[in-house]
C-alpha cells in the first residue's frame, strides 16, 4: 500500500499549486483521501479530505474558498488545488486514506504519503 505526495515547491504569496496524491497497492474506492500538513514546530493539522468515490468533501475552516480537493480515477490521483497561497500556508503536506470524511484527526487515517514542501515566500 502507497500514496505518494509530489507537486510542492517555492511559490510567491498569491500564487496557486496543485498538489497530486498518487495511490498504489490497493483499492481505496471505499476510503477517504485527506490532506493534512505540518508546519515547523506545530502539530499535523487537517487540511482537507473527499471520499474516493468524489461523493464528499470537508474543508478545514483555516483555508476553506481557497482550496479545492478532487480525483481522477483512471490515474488513482487525488489532488489538492490551493490557491491565494500565503505565507503560513507553508509546511510539509502529506496525503493519507482513512474510512471516513468526518475523519479530521491524524491519527485516524492508516495510510500515509511521505509528504511534499510547500513554501510560500512573502
Known amino acids: 500500500v502507497q500514496l505518494q505526495a509530489s507537486g510542492g515547491g517555492l511559490v510567491t504569496a498569491g500564487a496557486s499549486l496543485r498538489l497530486s496524491c498518487l495511490a498504489s497497492g490497493r483499492t481505496f474506492s471505499n476510503y477517504a483521501i485527506g490532506w493534512f500538513r505540518q508546519a515547523p514546530g506545530k502539530e499535523r493539522e487537517f487540511v482537507a479530505t473527499m471520499y474516493w468515490t468524489g461523493s464528499g468533501t470537508r474543508y478545514a475552516d483555516s483555508m476553506k474558498g481557497r482550496l479545492a480537493i478532487s480525483r481522477d480515477n483512471s490515474k488513482n490521483t487525488a489532488y489538492l488545488q490551493m490557491n491565494s497561497l500565503k505565507p503560513e500556508d507553508t509546511a510539509v503536506y502529506y496525503c493519507?486514506?482513512?474510512?471516513?470524511?468526518?475523519?479530521?484527526?491524524?491519527?485516524?487515517?492508516?495510510?500515509w504519503g511521505q509528504g511534499t514542501l510547500v513554501t510560500v515566500s512573502s
Open positions: 493519507a486514506a482513512g474510512r471516513s470524511i468526518s475523519y479530521t484527526k491524524s491519527s485516524e487515517y492508516a495510510y
